[in-house]
Every structure is written in structure tokens, then in C-alpha cells.
């Protein structure tokens, strides 16, 4: 873990000054591997990408010069999840004991998607074996609490500010993606945990303002929001925490990771979503219902 003091793990882009009730965080779009990680894993450095929110951190920078602060990680979802508890560990991939209070029996852990990931999407096997607990523990310590702490921090500062705060968990999705029973296939998912993580009156209009854009959205299903939404979200102390899932076939080739033409254009929609989005809390946000619906 020495090589985790050589770079920037994560990195906060600040406005000139926040303007609005709003914090973005984009955990899933880091896109530097540790040439460690690399030789520990069965994968080649393509392959190993499959689980990254490709250039999600990008499609939403614009967040910064319409006032809003966007928290983004270097450290790939491979190498350590932040969207997970903080010891969600399989004791199978490890030589040595975990801790007493690790939780190794969730749903997440037992689909090889834990804190420290045993798979990447398409069921892939990170490993080519076990590696040491401590090496794991460590990465949680250098990283995932220093995360955290800075997005605990961003929330609290905007809640003292404005009265309120509004976290936008930002994430993509594969293309093939489509609501169970259907064939429909959502350009993007707003996730509330089911009307538990933020006012309904919030993701509703966060779904309209998307439509308005000729987008085809739906709410909570397949992804209702992971262990970020669910955990910071506090609708009745005016803690609003909404996920948004974009589909990647909209803007960037799923063999290739290379970016589509159309990149610019929905990171322009984008744009024009946060702002819209900005505004409506800006004129309705003291009236938000306190509990979720």
C-alpha cells in the first residue's frame, strides 16, 4: 500500500463559490491503476475497466461552474468500492483473519461485489489468488475513510450554508441494462431507496426534468441507490440524497471505452438538467415535504 502515498486517490473540484444547495460525487469513475493491483490480477488492463463509471466524473463537471462542489475518486471500484460498508469483505479472498465486526454474509459480498471487489462485471475474477487481510484493511483505512470523511464534510458545510443539501450520487449503468419483465432499456435510472433517501416531490422532478429532454427514465428499479444514497440521505433533517444511473450506451463505446459523438451533447443535457434541477430547489426547496413520502 506504500504506492497508494505516490497519487491523488480522490480529489474535490470547488466552484469560484457554491451557489447552490448541491454536492455531486462521482466514486466509480476512477480510472488509475496501481501497477500492484495489475500484477495481483488475472485480468489485462482492458479487461479490468469493465466496473468503471466511464468519464461519469466528466459528464458532470459542469456541476462545479454552475456553483457546486463534485467529489471525484482516482482509485478504481476494482481496487476498493466506497459505495459499500466500510468492511463488506469475502474472508475468501484473503490469507489471514478479518476483523470481528466485517460483514461477510451481505448480498454484495456474496455476489463477489464487496468493499474490495472479488469480480468486475461479466463475473470476471480480479485475483489470480488470495492476498494479505491487512493489505485490505489498509486500503480501507488510506482511502475509503478519508473519502467519506471529505463527503461528510461537503454535506455539512452546504446543510450550514443553505439550510439544506442535496447529494446527486452519480454512476452509469451497461447499455444492455432494462427493467425487469420489459424490454425497456432506461437512458437513466433516479434512485431514492423507494422514497427513504430524499423528498418524492425531488426525484420527481429530477425524472420530469429528464424527459423534458427526451430521455426515457425510470425510478428505483433496477438501482434504487447503494450504501451512499441510503446512508446520507435524511429527508426530515433536509438531507436529500438522490442516485443517477446514465446509461453508457449513450455516450461511450462498451468494447472499446472510447467516447461516443455524442458525449458533448449530454454532458450539455446535463448541464441543462443540474441547472433546471438547481432551480426548482432554489424556488420550492423550503417547501420539500421533511419526510419522504
Not at 480510472?31 to 466528466?58: K, M, N
Not at 425510470?218 to 440524497?241: C, S, V
Not at 455516450?251 to 434541477?277: H, I, R, W
Request: with cysteine; net charge negative.
Amino acid at each position: 500500500m506504500g504506492e497508494v502515498a505516490e497519487w491523488d486517490v480522490f480529489e474535490v473540484l470547488e466552484p469560484a463559490s457554491q451557489r447552490i444547495p448541491f454536492v455531486f460525487n462521482s466514486p466509480h469513475s476512477g480510472r488509475y491503476y496501481p501497477q500492484t493491483f495489475l500484477e495481483q490480477s488475472r485480468l489485462d488492463s482492458h479487461s479490468i475497466r469493465r466496473s468503471e463509471d466511464h468519464f461519469v466524473d466528466e459528464l458532470f463537471q459542469a456541476a462545479t461552474h454552475l456553483g457546486a462542489p463534485l467529489l471525484r475518486a482516482h482509485f478504481p471500484r476494482a481496487f476498493l468500492d466506497v459505495n459499500r460498508e466500510p468492511y463488506e469483505l469475502d474472508p475468501r479472498m484473503f490469507d489471514g483473519v478479518l476483523p470481528a465486526h466485517a460483514n461477510i454474509s451481505s448480498m454484495r459480498v456474496a455476489g463477489g461485489l464487496g468493499t474490495v471487489p472479488r469480480l468486475v462485471a461479466e463475473n470476471m475474477e480480479i485475483y489470480r489468488s488470495r492476498f494479505p487481510v491487512e493489505e485490505a484493511l489498509a486500503r480501507i483505512e488510506a482511502i475509503y475513510k478519508p473519502y467519506h470523511a471529505t463527503l461528510r464534510k461537503l454535506i455539512a458545510r452546504t446543510h450550514v450554508q443553505f439550510g439544506m443539501a442535496v447529494l446527486v450520487d452519480c454512476h452509469s449503468m451497461p447499455g444492455n441494462v432494462h427493467l425487469p419483465g420489459s424490454g425497456q432499456r432506461p437512458d437513466f435510472i433516479i434512485g431514492d431507496r423507494y422514497g427513504t433517501s430524499a423528498a418524492a416531490e425531488l426525484s420527481r422532478v429530477a425524472v420530469e426534468l429528464l424527459e423534458g429532454l427526451g430521455y426515457a427514465v425510470t425510478r428505483n428499479k433496477p438501482y434504487a441507490g447503494g450504501f451512499i444514497t441510503e446512508h446520507y440521505g435524511r429527508p426530515t433533517r433536509g438531507l436529500h440524497a438522490l442516485q443517477i444511473e446514465i446509461n453508457r450506451s449513450l455516450y461511450v463505446d462498451e468494447s472499446t471505452l472510447v467516447k461516443k459523438s455524442g458525449f458533448a451533447a449530454l454532458a450539455t443535457d446535463l448541464a441543462t438538467f443540474v441547472a433546471a434541477l438547481a432551480s426548482h430547489v432554489e424556488d420550492y426547496g423550503a417547501y420539500l415535504p421533511l419526510a419522504a413520502e
